[in-house]
């Protein structure tokens, strides 16, 4: 019956979708163990050709911000729009920049 | 914060479209909802391989038996992403599965209909994924991530499952008078079922506003079937076949095709299990899980054994 | 007449993935877990869509014949029916119209599904074949056949791997997985010796250079599944006679009940585009 016995793990799936891209999450699984994630992970999220290469870490490893938090931890770096390229005003004729 | 100011900022949040996520704070009854709605999407999603599935052996053609074998997989797939979704507001796939097990949790009552001709895996790709669809492409902007990401990814999916029924009743419909009678019996069988898709009028569907304003809902009952009723009634005409529902007019006051009356009776029947499929489509889903049961079990003890065997 | 080898040793390999990927197909929706139902399909789609470029493949060669000769081809009365209204033939019409006497597969790919170690048994053993006689096929001097080894090559690559891993945990899983896993392992291995036997046709097939000599697989086949069933912790399985007949067209009862299945609609409603 459903509940007397351990449910697989959950997985997070990562995928990179092509060559010089990061990995993205994609979504989630259930795998017995890590190997048997990344098979399950092809198979169910790379059928239409997404990916090229796949990560998978176990959800309970996820550590997350502290939504409560976000104010504090995600503000600040509103105002500090120098760090943006588009920032900087420079002439048209400048090129390869 | 307080209960009260969690509250203001979550319908805040929720009134400006932004997104709810798993650590997000949220009312009980909100996160109820929507592991309601998303475990029963997903058990429909899985239920709902089985009509289909029969028909994968005896598919009439090479290609057509590739095609509906990939469009089931998909299914099982977005019963995968939905479960999934649900997961992130704390209840497991197991616990869910449970539910559908001992019918707790409700499925999609179309798929507790038989499928009893070729044709029927025409009219269940064009008309049931063409509701589903319309059910399905506002949801892409629900109010909670998961959920919402989850919907992209299936809707994408989605849309060579309806093209893939099209086609085939385009072909029986554009084929011999035999082809042709197929087609229309099976429009005929799944016209009724395909609209209660879209579940009970709007006057008495309970849940409906308050999902409205949580936008875990975004268009009413009502207005999803006119609008499938509209777009498909166009469909039926350029397939050359009849209209299933003799009362369907189109009426300029409302700018909207009028149809008969559904037959309410029945589908409260069907949801309360006393639909023609109903036992054997959980029968099957019951047996599938219990078979598999010794197969989980080595997998995650080798697992184990693995796991010490690494650390030894 | 070399076209006819090639047509006949064509559907030899046609029939086989097609039997296999029908058998896994049943098995859509009642898996032991989501993620294991799709894989398991994405087999199955592999293996029609080689069934399918094999059976196109063959339509191509009997469309090229001549009319004589095509009409010596097949018992099959629509079959025949088409050939002598001069249509042309296509991989539906193979597929669909020829009787399980005509059809040429090994009987390892017709056996039931089983359980799930039965299923994996079965893979385990026909996917290990294929690999190594896809590989050898590289060398085809038909450029199609070797084409679609090398396409084929990358999925059963993937295949082999899936099931060896599913022996691998039956094996060393529980007791009863264990139980079962070997259990399969012994049901099935008598149906492994007719794959490397040759019969008249691939012997004919292999000395005008499109086919692969089967029998010098098998001792790499045997080593390999060793390696995989002694990391499973199972015992080897053992046999004492062989079961053959499949590739000559001698089946086991199965076969009957999978065309009459797969093959109803063509049936009931003859020449008709779905
Ligand atoms: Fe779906
Ligand atoms: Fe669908």
Redesign the interface.
């Known amino acids: 019956m459903s509940n007397e016995h351990k449910e697989w793990p959950l997985w997070e799936v990562f995928i990179r979708s092509k060559a010089g891209l990061d990995h993205k999450h994609a979504g989630s699984l259930h795998a017995a163990d890590a190997q048997m994630a990344i098979e399950n992970a092809r198979d169910v999220y790379t059928r239409r050709m997404e990916g090229i290469s796949i990560w998978v870490v176990e959800s309970k490893h996820i550590h997350a911000s502290n939504p409560e938090e976000a104010d504090a931890f995600f503000d600040p770096a509103q105002d500090k729009i120098y760090r943006h390229p588009t920032f900087y005003n420079l002439p048209d004729e400048l090129k390869h920049m | 914060m307080t209960q009260v100011s969690f509250e203001a900022s979550f319908q805040k949040k929720i009134d400006e479209e932004i997104m709810i996520e798993p650590q997000d704070y949220m009312p009980d009854e909100y996160r109820k909802t929507l592991i309601r709605q998303i475990s029963q999407h997903a058990h429909s999603e899985i239920v709902g391989m089985l009509p289909e599935a029969n028909w994968i052996t005896r598919a009439p053609s090479l290609r057509r038996k590739a095609v509906l074998l990939a469009k089931v997989q998909d299914e099982g797939g977005h019963g995968l992403y939905l479960y999934s979704a649900a997961e992130t507001l704390g209840i497991t796939r197991d616990q869910m599965l449970h539910q559908l097990h001992t019918g707790v949790a409700k499925y999609s009552s179309i798929f507790n209909y038989p499928t009893i001709t070729w044709a029927d895996m025409g009219a269940i790709g064009w008309l049931v994924d063409g509701a589903a669809i319309m059910n399905q492409v506002p949801l892409c902007r629900t109010s909670y991530g998961p959920y919402a990401r989850a919907m992209v990814r299936v809707c994408k999916e989605e849309s060579f499952h309806q093209r893939q029924g099209f086609e085939i009743m385009l072909n029986l419909s554009k084929g011999t008078p035999v082809q042709k009678q197929m087609a229309q019996d099976a429009l005929n069988r799944w016209w009724a079922p395909a609209l209660m898709m879209f579940g009970p009028l709007d006057a008495v569907s309970p849940n409906t506003a308050k999902s409205m304003e949580w936008r875990i809902k975004r268009f009413t009952n009502d207005e999803l079937r006119q609008r499938f009723i509209d777009v498909t009634v166009d469909q039926i005409r350029l397939l050359g076949l009849a209209l299933p529902d003799e009362n369907i007019k189109w009426n300029e006051e409302r700018g909207h095709y009028d149809s008969s009356e559904l037959n309410w009776d029945e589908f409260w029947n069907v949801v309360k299990g006393n639909g023609p499929c109903n036992k054997e489509r959980l029968a099957t889903r019951v047996k599938a899980w219990e078979d598999g049961a010794w197969v989980r079990e080595a997998a995650s003890a080798y697992a184990e054994k693995r796991k010490t065997k690494k650390a030894a | 007449m070399s076209s006819v080898t090639t047509l006949k040793y064509t559907l030899q390999l046609a029939d086989n993935v097609?039997i296999m990927g029908?058998r896994l197909?049943?098995l859509?929706?009642?898996?032991?877990?989501?993620?294991?139902?799709?894989?398991l399909?994405?087999i199955?789609?592999d293996q029609?869509?080689q069934?399918?470029s094999l059976?196109q493949y063959a339509a191509t060669i009997v469309n090229n014949m001549s009319v004589a000769d095509k009409a010596q081809l097949f018992n099959a009365p629509l079959l025949q029916e088409k050939i002598n209204n001069k249509l042309s033939i296509t991989?539906?019409d193979l597929?669909?119209l020829r009787d399980a006497w005509d059809y040429r597969n090994c009987l390892l790919v017709e056996q039931e599904n089983g359980?799930?170690a039965y299923t994996v048994a079965r893979s385990f053993f026909f996917d290990r074949f294929q690999y190594l006689l896809y590989t050898a096929m590289l060398k085809s001097t038909d450029s199609t056949l070797a084409a679609i080894a090398e396409k084929s090559l990358k999925e059963v690559q993937y295949h082999i791997?899936?099931a060896s891993?599913w022996v691998?945990?039956?094996g060393?899983?529980?007791d009863?997985?264990k139980e079962?896993m070997q259990q399969a392992l012994q049901a099935r291995w008598e149906y492994t010796g007719e794959m490397f036997t040759m019969n008249e046709l691939e012997k004919e097939a292999y000395n005008i250079g499109i086919g692969v000599d089967v029998s010098q697989l098998q001792q790499t086949y045997q080593q390999q599944i060793e390696t995989i069933v002694q990391e499973a912790g199972l015992q080897m399985p053992t046999a004492a006679w062989m079961q053959t007949g499949g590739k000559n067209g001698v089946h086991t009862e199965h076969l009957g009940y999978i065309l009459a299945?797969?093959q109803?609609?063509?049936r009931a409603?003859p020449n008709?585009?779905?």
């Open positions: 097609l029908q197909a049943a859509c929706g009642k898996g032991p877990i989501l993620e294991q139902d799709i894989a399909t994405n199955s789609l029609i869509g069934a399918r059976y991989e539906d597929a669909y359980d799930w791997k899936w891993e691998i945990r039956l060393d899983g529980t009863i997985s079962k299945e797969m109803y609609l063509q409603y008709m585009e779905w």
